[in-house]
């Protein structure tokens, strides 16, 4: 680090930096002029070259010039004005600004004039990147006619007509302050000119252990996304900035790789409930919202709805294929077609020829490509494939989410459900109690309380509204037996499902009807479609906790008013509310 001393005082170093590109150009910062050998360092009546600032430490072939002396020979620091379109340059000289002008004489290449503001219009710029058209072209009178230049990137590019004397700016570097854009907040700003600012790290005391703090990025991530930012900027890295700027922490999750699941559909059912008419081609069969089929180039009539025999028709060609498809962040594992044919056709895949019913091993990718063919030994170039029945194996892909704004485990209500994003143990934890769910009736089900949970267990959490819970990582989980409750994923489509239900704020669980569940969140997946559109909660810990079961239905016929966490209201103001075990309305 370099410093000088004067008069007592501690000074920084000067730097300047040779300015490569239109970003460079902020009006309002403050410049330094070279003619490729010597800095401008005097401004008098006609200002010139010979007196050029040539001192230890100035060298006009590097990007980067340091001076660190002050002598009378301090080069003059000129002010960049105008905008994109016409620059001035510009400087303060005992209170009066005075402005660069073009040449004293048209013989004259080592002088410049100098004006006051009266005449700034006549002394625009012409700022240029070498090998690219000028930014800006003055328009002026007597020897200012004569096209000038500055450089951007020190080429020699000709001041005067006949390309005598050579321009070129340096930007003055100015110490700039880094922002960290989080509650804990904080700033540093460089220790010198062009120093770097080491980034922190930031301890996740008050940050969910769903999220892992990854480093820093320019972008404020406010909500979860799946795409990795470009520049991540670890903690502990030596940071250079080029302006004042806003570092956005990132944080990361990872939601693991779901079971394998299977979509199947029949086109008899497909069909009716999409009114499809007989003789008519159609392009997709979506199968449940995550895995669609998909024709490709269609040929002859593939694609074509038989209602006949209820199949959905593929013919052979070159050039025709259909695809199986999955949403963006799942896998194909296997799929199985029954279908029947015509003209010795077969399906392929891969080259390899699967008869109807076979089970077609797929890729592992979020798409598959399959055709018509021959059977082998057969040479007919008109078959068909006619699909009746499709059914697909998948799973979900382990996905890493980011963001800049991690939350707390903080129950919405005194009910909630998760994830469990590590090896949670909530032995020791007060106030807060995790439940799975190991039974169903037709009108109830029934929880378990745990101690423990493995990373990836959704659970049911019990505790006091809007209260934060630290949870310890558990030094070791053992996955529940049974446990009814299952991640959600966020992408599949919910509609009318018997067998799924979601946790309201009453406390009950209620049929899915549509929609997605966030991928921080459990919904209840049953075997058996319970007769139920509600189901109650049961808690089987009675020895623990004291509570046999809770039930979110206030029994109470007095009159009283309850809210419906059961909790007795004496003055109630707009709402739902429970009276005498029925929903009542305030108004």
Same mark, same amino acid.
């Given at each position: 680090?370099?410093?000088?001393?004067?008069?007592?005082?501690?000074?920084?170093?000067?730097?300047?930096?040779?300015?490569?590109?239109?970003?460079?150009?902020?009006?309002?910062?403050?410049?330094?002029?070279?003619?490729?050998?010597?800095?401008?360092?005097?401004?008098?009546?006609?200002?010139?070259?010979?007196?050029?600032?040539?001192?230890?430490?100035?060298?006009?072939?590097?990007?980067?010039?340091?001076?660190?002396?002050?002598?009378?020979?301090?080069?003059?620091?000129?002010?960049?004005?105008?905008?994109?379109?016409?620059?001035?340059?510009?400087?303060?000289?005992?209170?009066?600004?005075?402005?660069?002008?073009?040449?004293?004489?048209?013989?004259?290449?080592?002088?410049?004039?100098?004006?006051?503001?009266?005449?700034?219009?006549?002394?625009?710029?012409?700022?240029?990147?070498?090998?690219?058209?000028?930014?800006?072209?003055?328009?002026?009178?007597?020897?200012?006619?004569?096209?000038?230049?500055? %450089?951007?990137?020190?080429?020699?590019?000709?001041?005067?007509?006949?390309?005598?004397?050579?321009?070129?700016?340096?930007?003055?570097?100015?110490?700039?302050?880094?922002?960290?854009?989080?509650?804990?907040?904080?700033?540093?700003?460089?220790?010198?000119?062009?120093?770097?600012?080491?980034?922190?790290?930031?301890?996740?005391?008050?940050?969910?252990?769903?999220?892992?703090?990854?480093?820093?990025?320019?972008?404020?991530?406010?909500?979860?996304?799946?795409?990795?930012?470009?520049?991540?900027?670890?903690?502990?890295?030596?940071?250079?900035?080029?302006?004042?700027?806003?570092?956005?922490?990132?944080?990361?999750?990872?939601?693991?790789?779901?079971?394998?699941?299977?979509?199947?559909?029949?086109?008899?059912?497909?069909?009716?409930?999409?009114?499809?008419?007989?003789?008519?081609?159609?392009?997709?069969?979506?199968?449940?919202?995550?895995?669609?089929?998909?024709?490709?180039?269609?040929?002859?009539?593939?694609?074509?709805?038989?209602?006949?025999?209820?199949?959905?028709?593929?013919?052979?060609?070159?050039?025709?294929?259909?695809?199986?498809?999955?949403?963006?962040?799942?896998?194909?594992?296997?799929?199985?077609?029954?279908?029947?044919?015509?003209?010795?056709?077969?399906?392929?895949?891969?080259?390899?020829?699967?008869?109807?019913?076979?089970?077609?091993?797929?890729?592992?990718?979020?798409?598959?490509?399959?055709?018509?063919?021959?059977?082998?030994?057969?040479?007919?170039?008109?078959?068909?494939?006619?699909?009746?029945?499709?059914?697909?194996?998948?799973?979900?892909?382990?996905?890493?989410?980011?963001?800049?704004?991690?939350?707390?485990?903080?129950? %919405?209500?005194?009910?909630?459900?998760?994830?469990?994003?590590?090896?949670?143990?909530?032995?020791?934890?007060?106030?807060?109690?995790?439940?799975?769910?190991?039974?169903?009736?037709?009108?109830?089900?029934?929880?378990?309380?745990?101690?423990?949970?493995?990373?990836?267990?959704?659970?049911?959490?019990?505790?006091?509204?809007?209260?934060?819970?630290?949870?310890?990582?558990?030094?070791?989980?053992?996955?529940?037996?049974?446990?009814?409750?299952?991640?959600?994923?966020?992408?599949?489509?919910?509609?009318?499902?018997?067998?799924?239900?979601?946790?309201?704020?009453?406390?009950?669980?209620?049929?899915?009807?549509?929609?997605?569940?966030?991928?921080?969140? %459990?919904?209840?997946?049953?075997?058996?479609?319970?007769?139920?559109?509600?189901?109650?909660?049961?808690?089987?810990?009675?020895?623990?906790?004291?509570?046999?079961?809770?039930?979110?239905?206030?029994?109470?016929?007095?009159?009283?008013?309850?809210?419906?966490?059961?909790?007795?209201?004496?003055?109630?103001?707009?709402?739902?509310?429970?009276?005498?075990?029925?929903?009542?309305?305030?108004?």
């Amino acid at each position: 680090m370099h410093f000088h001393s004067w008069g007592g005082n501690f000074l920084w170093a000067t730097k300047y930096k040779r300015i490569t590109s239109t970003d460079d150009l902020i009006p309002g910062k403050q410049y330094v002029i070279s003619d490729g050998t010597k800095l401008v360092n005097a401004c008098e009546a006609s200002i010139t070259f010979n007196l050029g600032y040539t001192t230890s430490g100035f060298s006009v072939s590097t990007d980067v010039i340091e001076l660190n002396e002050i002598d009378p020979a301090t080069p003059v620091e000129f002010t960049l004005g105008g905008t994109s379109e016409a620059y001035t340059l510009a400087y303060l000289d005992n209170s009066t600004t005075y402005y660069l002008g073009g040449k004293t004489t048209s013989s004259d290449n080592t002088k410049f004039t100098r004006k006051t503001s009266a005449d700034a219009a006549n002394f625009l710029w012409n700022i240029a990147i070498y090998g690219e058209e000028e930014i800006y072209s003055a328009s002026t009178t007597g020897y200012n006619s004569t096209t000038r230049y500055i %450089a951007l990137n020190g080429e020699t590019i000709g001041f005067y007509t006949a390309g005598y004397t050579k321009l070129t700016l340096y930007k003055k570097l100015e110490p700039y302050t880094v922002t960290y854009g989080d509650a804990t907040g904080g700033s540093a700003t460089e220790g010198s000119i062009g120093a770097g600012v080491i980034l922190p790290n930031r301890v996740d005391e008050d940050i969910d252990r769903f999220y892992t703090f990854v480093g820093w990025c320019e972008t404020n991530l406010s909500t979860e996304t799946t795409v990795r930012p470009t520049t991540i900027l670890a903690a502990g890295t030596t940071y250079y900035p080029t302006r004042d700027i806003t570092l956005y922490p990132v944080y990361s999750r990872t939601v693991s790789a779901s079971a394998t699941k299977t979509a199947s559909v029949t086109i008899a059912a497909y069909a009716s409930a999409n009114s499809w008419a007989n003789g008519t081609k159609y392009s997709t069969v979506n199968v449940n919202g995550v895995i669609s089929v998909n024709t490709v180039n269609p040929k002859n009539d593939t694609g074509q709805y038989n209602d006949g025999n209820n199949t959905w028709r593929m013919y052979q060609s070159y050039t025709s294929i259909f695809t199986v498809n999955a949403t963006t962040g799942y896998e194909l594992v296997s799929a199985t077609f029954t279908y029947s044919i015509a003209n010795t056709a077969v399906l392929l895949y891969n080259g390899t020829r699967y008869a109807t019913g076979n089970t077609i091993t797929l890729s592992g990718s979020e798409s598959s490509q399959f055709s018509v063919g021959q059977q082998e030994g057969k040479s007919a170039t008109n078959g068909q494939v006619q699909i009746s029945g499709i059914s697909v194996d998948y799973k979900r892909a382990a996905l890493s989410y980011y963001t800049s704004n991690p939350t707390s485990v903080t129950p %919405a209500h005194a009910m909630t459900t998760c994830v469990a994003p590590y090896d949670m143990d909530f032995s020791s934890v007060v106030g807060l109690e995790a439940y799975v769910a190991i039974a169903a009736s037709a009108s109830s089900v029934t929880m378990e309380k745990v101690l423990n949970a493995p990373k990836g267990t959704p659970l049911l959490l019990v505790g006091t509204a809007e209260t934060k819970y630290d949870i310890p990582i558990a030094a070791s989980a053992s996955a529940p037996v049974t446990n009814y409750l299952t991640a959600g994923d966020g992408i599949t489509e919910f509609n009318g499902s018997t067998y799924d239900y979601l946790l309201y704020s009453d406390g009950k669980f209620y049929q899915i009807g549509s929609g997605t569940v966030a991928t921080n969140k %459990a919904y209840l997946h049953l075997n058996d479609a319970p007769s139920a559109h509600a189901l109650e909660i049961v808690f089987d810990d009675s020895d623990v906790t004291g509570i046999k079961a809770i039930d979110n239905r206030p029994s109470m016929t007095d009159n009283s008013c309850y809210d419906l966490m059961g909790r007795k209201v004496a003055q109630p103001t707009r709402g739902l509310y429970i009276v005498n075990g029925k929903k009542v309305i305030m108004k």
